[in-house]
């Protein structure tokens, strides 16, 4: 064994612990508490495993796994930033870029390498494991809201707008998923669990895929 080696990979290891630490704001179901970076990652990796004959291309579910599994690391450092926050999202990729530098420069320089290049891989979305990852990162928080009656929706006052653009990144790795999350979505606006849009908020959701 190399001990140096071993000593960097423990190291790290025992770092991304942290993202357990990792709130967002989305709840568990049965109204439960928030969960937390970790519990998200561990659900739609899960989710993928299932889902996987819903992709639109042919997938390596073992790669996507690996990206569902270790895409939001980053935010031990960077935070977790709400899906709808504007201002949040304005410098989100800035504050990542320097948390990756941070966490992934831990590892031995081969598997740093390698984890960097999967975190950019997800990031990029052009690959179709990546397109069906991030399909997995929209569709598992959008059941867990519809799950709790729109309870995280409700609390932020969001429009359908905002899941609704979210959803357009699902169509990229989903169609067939993407279309059962809109006729969720319209289900919600009509229980009054979602706000129904206006002219700005259409734009907003045809604009969500430049941002």
């Given amino acids: 064994m190399d001990r140096d ?36 990652a561990w659900h739609m990796t899960v989710t993928a495993y299932l889902l996987r004959e819903y992709a639109n291309e042919d997938v390596d579910i073992a790669h996507v796994m690996i990206m569902t599994l270790t895409h939001d690391l980053v935010e031990i450092y960077a935070g977790d930033t709400y899906a709808y926050d504007t201002a949040g999202k304005s410098d989100e990729h800035d504050r990542e870029e320097l ?5 992934f420069g831990r590892l031995p320089e081969d598997q ?28 598992q928080p ?3 809201n519809d799950s709790n009656g729109g309870q995280d929706w409700k609390a932020h006052g969001v429009h359908r ?6 959803n357009e990144v ?17 289900a919600n606006v009509a229980e009054g669990n ?9 734009l907003a959701a045809r604009n969500y895929l430049e941002k």
Avoid at 117 to 137: G, K, L
Avoid at 195 to 200: E, I, L, Q, Y
């Fill in 5 to 40: 080696r071993f000593a960097r990979q423990r190291d790290f290891i025992l770092e991304i612990d942290k993202e357990k630490n990792v709130l967002r704001q989305t709840h568990l179901t049965n109204h439960g508490r928030r969960e937390n970076d970790a519990e998200h």
């Fill in 99 to 103: 948390a990756a530098d941070k966490l």
């Fill in 112 to 139: 740093a390498a390698d984890l960097r290049a999967i975190w950019e891989e997800f990031e990029a979305n052009q690959t179709p494991e990546a397109r069906f990852a991030h399909a997995m990162d929209s569709v």
């Fill in 142 to 144: 959008m059941m867990l």
């Fill in 161 to 166: 707008a905002g899941p609704g653009g979210r």
């Fill in 170 to 186: 699902t169509r990229l790795g989903s169609t067939e998923l993407a279309d059962y999350i809109d006729e969720r979505l319209d």
């Fill in 194 to 202: 979602l706000m129904p849009d206006d002219a700005g908020h259409h």
